[in-house]
């Protein structure tokens, strides 16, 4: 367990010594910070309408950090050779992957943190409640839709060589997936054979990343999600991530590294 | 002989991703033992099969068979690394971290405690002269620099066996009787050294014991006196086993 500590630690090092990543860090939590404390007539409508905008910005720009970072995990181990020394050493390949998921999930997680609470200080300062159990649901759900998002990349660097193929790609699905994911089914209906097959195998066999998005519960202040559907949804997550994992690792298993 | 990296009949192939491209023969049926203790030179001109043996012993690339073994346990085994050292041709470390991260992040993955790690740290430092740029980026290192600090990560666990990849190609004559000492002294602690070298002369100053390798097969195994004789030296010798015709211009 140390050794996929250690590797992860490796992973947020170079995050937080990296420059891109935090002006995109830094941008963000300006913007929400800055948007959330625009008064607007105290207008409820414009109220939920900004933090409508604020939660899509932490979405998209967590989501953004978390792909670009765990792209260039083995590639960049892979065209620096920085992969070599480290793999002379007593560590598995099981266990590369490993902490490079924990380490860019964990960085992620930090990021995360922080942006709700910017967020949850400033629409709480707006709106005179303070709805914690929500925006630590949210939080949480968006933690885990990370972590699939992170080891479904990892799967797909070790394929793809190029860092900015696994994130054009990954984009794409994940996009795909919250925008259509939840429709799917209905458009499955409409279609004729073999595409309405083909539709409903896609909806039942693919990570469903849209129950993830809370931002209905936070902005309409709908109250706290059940606890066992969160349990649930976690539940569905780690399998997701678990069976990501466990391809990627097959994949880098076998594959040759030559100096 | 207490043989402590051993590989028999080891094979390799890579296969070519080209549509109707042939498999690549890297190594085929080589056995070779190294003893404890020994210094043992790898030689073979380019595309010999030393990297890919290299590779092999490392676990970066899997035999297509045959097997590979160091002290004892089949080197797919993450643990047949626990004690050795490795030290690459080039330099290859995070350069977002300073040497002393560095130094730590290798002791973690062998498992030493922090405190051992610490003492450790600051012994490898000190032998590479690196303790005034411990905390320093290694991006802001020399090139010089940059191959110390692969020097002291190589013998951070205090290893058996240590591995080097043409430990002083690129290096200036100071930096090459460096590498030189160090090889010297872990001999004279009883460490093994395996390593490749294009440096003839170095070889024949420094090893016990030499393979030459061509075309992915053992051509030599010897000591260097054995390989030489009837030799005016080791060069010669060397030419000689590869097949090296003489050269028509003057």
Redesign the interface.
């Known amino acids: 367990m140390?050794?996929i500590?250690?590797v992860a630690?490796?992973v947020i090092?170079?995050l937080y010594?990296?420059k891109d990543f935090y002006v995109l860090f830094v941008l963000t939590a300006l913007l929400t910070v800055g948007a959330g404390a625009v008064n607007f007539f105290n207008d409820e409508k414009i109220i939920r309408y900004v933090k409508d905008i604020c939660l899509l910005l932490i979405w998209v720009s967590s989501l953004v950090i978390a792909i670009v970072t765990a792209a260039r995990q083995i590639p960049a181990e892979r065209e620096?050779?920085?992969?070599?020394?480290?793999?002379?050493?007593?560590?598995?390949r099981g266990?590369i992957i490993t902490g490079k998921f924990l380490g860019c999930w964990l960085a992620t997680g930090i990021g995360l943190l922080v942006f709700y609470f910017f967020f949850a200080v400033i629409a709480s300062s707006r709106e005179h409640t303070w709805p914690l159990m929500t925006y630590v649901q949210a939080a949480w759900m968006q933690w885990c839709l990370l972590a699939v998002v992170i080891a479904m990349v990892l799967l797909g660097s070790i394929y793809f060589a190029a860092p900015s193929s696994t994130s054009t790609i990954s984009f794409v699905v994940v996009g795909g997936i919250m925008l259509l994911g939840g429709h799917l089914k209905v458009l499955a209906l409409q279609q004729a054979e073999p595409v309405q097959s083909l539709l409903i195998f896609i909806y039942y066999f693919m990570p469903h990343l849209e129950w993830y998005y809370l931002s209905d519960f936070v902005v309409y202040n709908m109250g706290a999600v059940p606890w066992l559907k969160i349990a649930a949804a976690t539940l569905y997550a780690a399998t997701w991530t678990g069976i990501f994992l466990l391809v990627a690792w097959f994949g880098f298993r076998?594959k040759?590294?030559?100096? | 002989m207490n043989v402590i990296l051993k590989t028999e009949k080891l094979r390799v192939e890579?296969r070519s991703r080209e549509f109707r491209q042939t498999s690549k023969v890297a190594l085929q049926g080589l056995d070779l033992e190294v003893g404890a203790g020994e210094v043992f030179g790898f030689l073979g001109p380019n595309g010999a099969g030393k990297?890919?043996t290299?590779?092999v012993l490392?676990?970066?690339?899997?035999p297509t068979s045959g097997t590979a073994s160091l002290f004892g346990i089949d080197v797919r085994q993450?643990?047949?690394?626990?004690r050795?050292g490795?030290l690459?041709?080039?330099t290859?470390?995070?350069?977002?971290?300073t040497a002393d991260?560095l130094l730590h992040?290798?002791a973690?993955?062998?498992?030493i405690a922090r405190a051992e790690a610490d003492k450790r740290i600051a012994e490898l430092l000190k032998l590479v002269e690196l303790e005034h740029a411990a905390k320093r980026p290694i991006k802001s290192y020399s090139k010089g620099m940059q191959q110390r600090v692969?020097l002291a990560?190589a013998l951070i666990n205090n290893p058996d066996l240590l591995?080097l990849?043409e430990p002083t190609s690129g290096l200036d004559p100071l930096g090459r009787m460096k590498v030189r000492e160090i090889i010297q002294r872990l001999k004279d602690e009883g460490k093994t050294v395996f390593f490749s070298s294009h440096e003839l002369g170095e070889v024949e100053t420094i090893c016990d014991r030499v393979a030459i390798v061509h075309q992915g097969e053992l051509k030599a195994v010897g000591t260097v006196a054995e390989i030489s004789a009837g030799h005016e030296n080791l060069e010669k010798a060397f030419l000689k086993i590869v097949g090296f015709q003489n050269s028509p211009l003057p």
């Open positions: 140390n050794k500590f250690a630690g490796v090092k170079e010594r990296r620096a050779r920085t992969i070599f020394p480290l793999l002379a050493k007593p560590v598995s266990q076998r040759n590294l030559t100096t | 890579y990297t890919t290299m590779n490392l676990g970066f690339v899997p993450p643990i047949a690394r626990q050795i490795y690459p041709e080039l290859y470390y995070y350069k977002f971290l991260e992040f290798y973690k993955i062998f498992g692969g990560q591995v990849d």
